[in-house]
């Protein structure tokens, strides 16, 4: 929100404006509701009313180009604004580039804000210009590097503009300040996906870059679940690629619990029951033994997601056990 | 190893029991307050302003406390002759997140016949692109929030057959990451709230079944922090509005049981403003009917008070309102 301004001393209220004296304002309940309005800040509502009056009669001009600066600057979420604004660079022929350096300036000062990026895209779009998005959404994701609106933005230019060429090295910097940077681990997923491909040596990259994160912290929901995106890509799934399961057996073996080890091994042993390739490692009874651990100790408040993980694994466990009683009966 | 995770920490004098005549007070008066600086500043979100009240207030079967006849005529001025849709606002634009506010309260009032029909259709249809997605105005921006403004909005109008529903769940589907969420757009980071659009969007569809249903109920669960509060993304901070996006998923989901609900109520509750009425975002912070409506219907998806009306978890309105449009929106078989 706003400064409403009232500090503002050199402030002329429209109303006060010679230059606006044909302007009959209109103020917000005008019309079916009539109501008192006893303004809390005269600024907000002066500068609001004579924006209605310009809205209404659908003035194309210079003066209402400024109204609108002021009343976004009172208010920069106010959709109707942005686009009164739009239709007026249009029919004015204003500079677009000095409005890109007007609209980044905003954008500084309310970074989290659709219409203020929403802007920003037409611009670039009408200009057919994306030099300086990259920089634009870099500063935007230093001061917060998971804000969805910047990173929205970014993801459109670089698609737009195939602007991929030194992505991966921005994520991989983001990554190495905020390891658990659940949207710069989303950007590398973006990036991979739709520019570098998912060939076996890029996956094989991608798993060890991972494995290597994770070591760093263990208990990282993003690196986890990138490290399952990145398998959905290997032809050998979760259960199939040694390195992978030799790691999660290596971090369990030195005592590691974080529960996204243990639900990761889980995938393990359910991958495995159901290519019907299970091992004395990953099999029916370790999911049970791991989703028990997981409820009653690891991860207790979604303890009734693991008991229903466990119930599912019992039934194989019975399936696994009644075959292994037939092999010996077959014996 | 490193456990640390972002989270608020409930205080012992924090509000327990539900404080529902505070909150009907507090929302009776927000509306009446139009000499406040926050009425001013919230104009170009009027209309949803309205829902968000209304529906918490039939939620506490308090809407006689709403100015109806006069909420009725506004959204009549807010409808465009032109092209049909409606804005926050009069004179403001058009928007479909607005047109569908204007739609939910006016079936919650039974009183369509307060707007051009026709017109809201012919609009919505207007919108749909190429590749199934929807505008969210003339201007362009996309986001699969607008997809499910436009789905909900014709369902509630029950004209659906005016848009083409396989493209639409096609671009939602497009829209699905690697860890079973969605975001706004292919490729945008998952997000509870955008989840909640995706989920609702298939429910009425009836297409839920093309979910991979556990991960994604997995990584809802996992929203859950210590405090029993939700947050909508890995790391982020809780917040009271996720209580309803995560768990009206999950309910769609029939998955609600995997959360640990009494946690979670004891959050919600603590998000009350014990003196002035309302809920806000986190403990201690100031009221907003937004989140007094999202904590109101996350506590009625939990169930456990007699004085807040069943929701429903699709269309975040009052159950007796779907049931009397005779809608039937997907909700997955308990596992």
Known sequence: MSDSGDSDVAWTYYKDRPEWNDVTPVPEDEGPNQVVVIAHSEKFVDVYDYFRAVLQNNERSERALHLTKDAVELNPANYTVWQYRRDLLKALGTDLRSELDYVELVIKNSPKNYQVWHHRRVLVEWLQ???????????????????????????????????????????????????????????????????????????????????????????NESAWNYLRGVLLHDKRGVSGNAVVTSFCEELYKNKCRSPY???????????????????????????????????????????????????KFKKFQQDENNKDTADKIDE | MDFATKDVNLKPDRPTTLLIEKHSDYLAKYGTNKDDYEYCMTEYL????????????????????????????????????????????????????????????????DRLDAIDVDGV??????????????????????????????????????????????????FVLSCMNFDGGFGSKPGS?????????????????????????????????????????????????????????????????????????????????????????????????????????????????????????????????PQETINRLKLEPQILKKV
């Open chain 2, 121 to 170: 259709v012919e609009y919505i249809k207007g919108l749909q692109q190429e590749d199934g997605s929807f505008f969210g105005d003339k201007w362009g921006e996309t986001d699969t929030r607008f997809t499910f403004c436009a789905v909900m909005c014709l369902s509630l109008l029950h004209r659906l057959d005016a848009i083409n529903v396989d493209k639409a769940v096609q």
């Open chain 1, 261 to 311: 080890l243990l639900a990761f091994l889980i995938d393990i042993c359910d991958e495995a029951i159901k290519k019907e390739e299970t091992s004395c490692l990953h099999n029916a009874n370790r999911a049970v033994e791991l989703c028990q651990a997981l409820a009653g100790k690891y991860d207790k408040i979604r303890s009734k997601y693991w008991n229903y993980m466990c119930e």
């Open chain 2, 46 to 109: 009027r209309m949803s302003g309205i829902y968000w009240s209304l529906t918490a207030m039939e939620l506490m079967g308090q809407s006689h406390r709403m100015p109806k006849e006069e909420i009725i005529s506004f959204i009549s001025s807010c409808q465009n002759k032109e092209n049909g849709g409606i804005s926050a606002s009069f004179p403001h634009d058009p928007h479909i997140l607005y047109t569908l506010s204007a739609v939910q309260v006016l079936t919650m009032y």
């Open chain 1, 129 to 219: 210009d994306p030099t300086q998005e990259l920089e634009l959404t870099r500063d935007a994701l230093l001061q917060d590097p998971k804000n969805y609106h910047a990173w929205q933005h970014r993801q459109w230019a670089i698609k737009a503009f195939g602007l991929y060429d030194r992505e991966l090295e921005f994520v991989d910097n983001l990554i190495t300040e905020d390891v658990r940077n659940n949207s710069a681990w989303n950007q590398r997923y973006f990036v991979i996906n739709n520019h570098h491909g998912w060939s076996d040596l890029n996956v094989q990259r991608e798993i060890c870059y991972t494995l290597e994160k994770i070591k760093f912290i263990k208990n």
């Open chain 2, 189 to 317: 980071e998952s997000h509870a709230g955008l989840i909640y659009c995706c989920v609702g969007t298939l429910s009425i569809c009836k297409k839920l079944d093309v979910l991979k249903v556990d991960d994604l109920a997995w990584w809802l669960c996992e929203r859950q922090l210590p405090s029993g509060g939700l947050n909508g993304r890995p790391e982020k901070l809780p917040d009271l509005c996720y209580s309803w996006w995560v768990m009206s998923s999950l309910t769609m989901l029939n998955r609600i049981h995997w959360v640990d609900n009494a946690k979670l109520e004891e959050f919600i509750l603590a998000c009350q403003d014990a003196e002035t009425g309302g809920f806000s975002d986190r403990p201690g912070d100031i009221p907003d009917p937004f989140h007094t409506l999202f904590g109101l219907a996350g506590l009625s998806l939990l169930g456990n008070s007699d004085l807040i009306k069943p929701v429903n978890p699709t269309y975040c309105m």
